[in-house]
């Protein structure tokens, strides 16, 4: 019986799935299993590169002859309808939505409930991922899974005033901080944020999002300027040339740093201990970042 109606939950899951792969849905969304349904097939888009409805359904349906069983495209398949299923189940119990609805990892917060806003979450996920290699190479896909409904929460904040959505962002900023991601990276990601937001929807919807990049910003730049974020990455090229951890790793340690002097972490142990941990890099490669972060500190306001 167990079996059965897991069969049957899949199928529905399934068809959720297909029938939102046209991606017309719009405005205020309230099934959680519709959301989830929206979230996968948006990671699809990013996955396939296409917003053509049929490729989708081939997508779902395992039809892609170039993301066969066993491709990237296949585990995102499998991801949806475990996640559509999930919410499935939260539709039967009367659970209202929150972030474990666009990834079972994270907590119960809320996010934005809005089909085409999610999908910008989701897009700007992707593109922050794409233009900071670091992410998928230290957090990999449960990485990804996270910043996408870290996306969603952050685009709640867009209708709050400025203070109150500086305030928020800076906390996140700073429980990111402590697990290896310099302030710097939230600054690019609200960056791509507001830029899905606008270009999906308009100026308005991305509310105050801009000012607390902007606060972000600002006071990074109070100790470690653009100049700088540069010039780290020149000197790292300079001391350790090719092989090094990660792309921008020189911006990564001054970023750091600027954390570490506003006070947002105590210290860049968790990201600098994994830019040299001897399993990814050379003793030499590590000495050499070691200099790196010397001239930084020393050039550092």
Do not use: C, K
Not at 25 to 38: I, S, W
Not at 104 to 130: C, H, I, N, W
């Amino acid at each position: 019986m167990r079996a059965m109606t897991d069969d049957v939950q899949a199928r529905e899951a399934r068809e959720l799935l297909l029938a939102h792969a046209d991606r017309t849905l719009t405005g205020r969304v309230e099934d959680p299993a519709v959301l989830a349904a929206v979230v996968g097939i948006e990671r699809l888009v990013v996955a396939t590169g296409s917003t053509d409805a049929a490729t989708l359904r081939a997508a779902v349906e395992g039809r892609l002859t170039e993301f066969g069983p066993g491709s990237h495209v296949a585990d995102l398949v499998g991801q949806a309808e475990r996640h559509v299923v999930a919410g499935l189940l939260r539709r039967s119990t009367g659970q209202s939505i929150d972030a474990a609805v666009v990834n079972p990892e994270a907590g119960a917060y809320p996010v934005t409930t809005d089909a085409t806003l999610v999908r910008a979450a989701v897009r700007a996920a992707q593109r922050s991922f794409d233009i900071m290699p670091y992410y998928g190479i230290r957090y990999g896909e449960r990485g990804a899974r996270f910043a996408s409904s870290d996306s969603a929460w952050l685009i709640s904040l867009a209708p709050l005033d400025e203070e109150q959505a500086v305030r928020q962002v800076a906390w996140l900023s700073r429980v990111l901080a402590g697990r290896g991601m310099p302030s710097w990276l939230m600054e690019l990601h609200l960056d791509e944020l507001v830029a899905e937001v606008r270009a999906a929807v308009d100026d308005a919807a991305v509310g105050a999002l801009p000012a607390a990049a902007a606060s972000l910003t600002s006071a990074r730049r109070r100790h470690v300027d653009d100049d700088l974020l540069a010039l780290a990455d020149t000197w790292t090229h300079e001391v350790a040339g090719d092989g090094l951890p990660v792309p921008r790793t020189g911006a990564l340690v001054a970023a750091a740093t600027a954390d570490v002097l506003l006070g947002v972490t105590r210290d860049d142990h968790v990201l600098f201990d994994w830019l040299t941990d001897r399993e990814r890099v050379s003793a030499e490669m590590a000495a050499a970042l070691h200099e790196v972060r010397d001239r930084v500190r020393s050039r550092a306001g």
